[in-house]
């Protein structure tokens, strides 16, 4: 009876996480009539997967093209830099002892729990004074703003539980600082620097609010704010199921990610949540 009921709690747990994924997927092979009409089900009207043009039409459409381009850059960047200096920020935090380093910790995890929404204002005036407003670096600084201070929580707690014997052996054996760092210290905590990079990569690639705000054309505008303009070939009529082919194009990448790396997630994730 328990295996039952577990069984029967995990099914209604993926209908109701899945069940919005799959109703996308049915409206991106739906054509704009059968949505019109309110064609229930999970097929298109006429019973065959003819939306697959959803998806050529959507494909062959050059803001989606760039916008795609512009959130790939724009999010293998901020992961880049975000992940180097969050390395190195936590490093520092997990091995050294100097004045105020609690109140450092503390200003990161404040920065962190910021509504994004109240600094929207104030970023769009100086990035038009600064002149980086509509560019890649006008999206990458906030994101690396938002990431900075989770990535700099879970690696340093990564680093903490490194013994620091084994740094000062490598330093026995003839190794730098530098080299102990980055050939002993870094490889030991890479399930940390994977979930750091992968956290932000997700925030930048999903980003919606700096995406459409701090954004005025296709020159760096990422794929949520691009989805928000994309009107097809009738402007007073909101492409239902091309939207819902790009969403799902969207999608693919952050599912590649989480496909190759759910290992590496997983044991970034749950690490140091049992001792023994």
Same mark, same amino acid.
């Given at each position: 009876m328990k295996k039952f009921g577990i069984a029967v709690g995990v099914l209604v747990i993926l209908v109701w996480c899945l069940l919005p994924v799959a109703w996308i997927i049915s409206m991106s092979f739906k054509d704009e009539l059968s949505i019109t009409n309110g064609n229930p089900g999970f097929l298109p009207s006429d019973g065959t997967f003819a939306g697959w043009e959803n998806y &050529?039409?959507?494909? =062959?459409? =050059?803001? %989606? &093209?760039?916008?795609?381009?512009? /959130?790939?850059?724009?999010? !293998?960047?901020?992961?880049v830099l975000s992940v180097i200096v969050a390395t190195l920020a936590a490093y520092a935090i997990a091995r050294l002892e100097f004045t105020g380093k609690k109140l450092v910790l503390t200003m990161a995890l404040a920065i962190a729990m910021f509504p994004v929404v109240s600094l929207v204002g104030p970023l769009f005036d100086m990035w038009r004074a600064f002149g980086i407003y509509d560019t890649w670096p006008g999206l990458i600084i906030p994101y690396m703003s938002f990431t900075l201070p989770l990535a700099i929580w879970t690696l340093s707690a990564f680093f903490r539980e490194i013994p620091w014997e084994m740094e000062q052996a490598a330093q026995v054996d003839g190794a730098t600082s530098w080299q102990a760092f980055r050939k002993v210290i870094v490889p030991l905590a890479a399930p940390g620097v994977f979930t750091a990079a992968i956290l932000t990569f997700f925030f930048a690639w999903n980003d %919606?609010? %700096?995406?459409? /705000? !701090? #954004?005025?054309?296709?020159?760096? &505008?990422?794929?949520?704010? /691009? !989805?928000?303009?994309?009107?097809?070939? =009738?402007? %007073?009529? &909101?492409?239902?199921? !091309?939207?819902?082919?790009?969403?799902?194009?969207? #999608?693919?990448?952050?599912i590649v990610v989480v496909l190759i790396f759910q290992r590496k997630i997983v044991a970034g994730l749950t690490s140091g949540a049992v001792k023994g």
């Open positions: &050529r039409a959507v494909w =062959d459409n =050059d803001q %989606f &093209r760039r916008a795609i381009f512009n /959130s790939i850059g724009i999010s !293998l960047i901020a992961t %919606f609010v %700096f995406g459409i /705000s !701090l #954004t005025s054309t296709e020159a760096a &505008r990422p794929i949520p704010a /691009s !989805l928000a303009f994309f009107v097809g070939s =009738d402007p %007073f009529n &909101r492409p239902a199921s !091309l939207l819902a082919a790009a969403a799902v194009i969207a #999608t693919i990448p952050i």
